[in-house]
């Protein structure tokens, strides 16, 4: 028998071990009765069986814990529950069976309840069988519900939140949640919600929140990718361009320090051409970042990228719309190293020494008979991670990433109503 004491650890010879995330869970919900009864709560929302009766109908007199034992006490009614990091579908009815039981949890309340609990932080683990209990364990005149409780970590994260945050809530409980937080934020922090930025603790998190934001303002779910080295995205179909994204933004030590929504306008020819035939100005959003992003490319390939001296010069030179098929087309390899200079002149590019090399060796050096010209723009809107916190805090995070996006794909004259939902 496993007696849950606090002062007596369960070695298990790792810390990222299951056992030891059941195990702390166990002993929170010993000394949290805030905690207790929101599991219980939890378990009794997903079954309609009457055998567990409602929270205010429920006296919590006499409640034991135990974790791996390998038998379980006398009860009324068993209930199996399995906890992990994802919903999964269970096929299996829930059955005594001949097989030496290791139960990772057991919860008895007053000899009426027992949960028995499997805990799997990976879904991809879970062994059904391990969800049935042994026997000889359960009494022939008991019940044992069929159907398995499956319980999801991020939601017991959540409501384990909502305790924290509440003012009615005991200093010791506060305190024994946070310890709870830090273990699984230290050594289980996939399992952690994303519901809002304040509970994302890692890069990870992060982007699954991003992507979580990003399928809820589309229109279409399925538009929402991602791309490797840059992050999530929202497919478009528009002539001018072709992904608007949600992405991390980084400190110099790798950590996650704000958002940017980001786009590039006229990434390839046909883009660019479509681009400066319809942009005027850039007053319009003033409040963006705007950067030249031209690159040298042959078919779907980008060689090589280009700074600019001169925002205002590198803008107005391509938008000449008497001259875009000249200035934004496929060029000659042998026209390329005096069409560059000429744009030097014009303080439309910069081509250092390092550049010319870059050039030599991706381009010149290779079978390449022809470039594309790209004159893309770079356009990002910054939002730092105590604002993106905060307003996430308060619902009011979404709804500023959708009028940011629709302003900047207002630019090129498009309707949103089939990119971003309006409500």
Sequence with gaps: MRNLNYFLPYDKGTNNHEDHLTRAFLVLL????????????????????????????????????????????????????????????????????ERKAIYDGVIDFNNEVVFFIETKPNKNNVWENQLCPAISDIPEDSTLIKEPIKLEWKEIVNFLHNINESEITLPNEKLLISDFFDLVNSHFDYLNPYNDFSKCHSNYLVSKRIDQILKEISTVQDKVKFHSGWGYYIELDYSEIKKIALLQHYDKDGNWNGLTIGTDFGSTVSQARDFYRKIESLEQISEWSIYPNFHLAFKNQNLVFFKSPDLDKYFNYFKDKDAIWTKIRQIPKSELQNWLNDLVNLSVLEYPNEKKEEVETKIMNKGYTTVNLCPALYMEYYISKEEAVELDKKGELIPLIKSEMKKILGIVEHSTENIIVST
């Design 30 to 97: 010993k000394f949290s009765n805030s905690a207790l009864k929101s599991f219980y709560t939890y378990v009794k929302e997903q079954t309609d069986n009457s055998e567990l009766k409602p929270l205010h109908k429920f006296e919590f007199k006499n409640v034991n814990f135990q974790t791996q034992v390998g038998s379980l006490p006398n009860s009324n009614t068993y209930v199996s529950v399995l906890i992990t990091n994802e919903n999964i579908e269970i096929k299996r009815e829930i059955t005594p069976i």
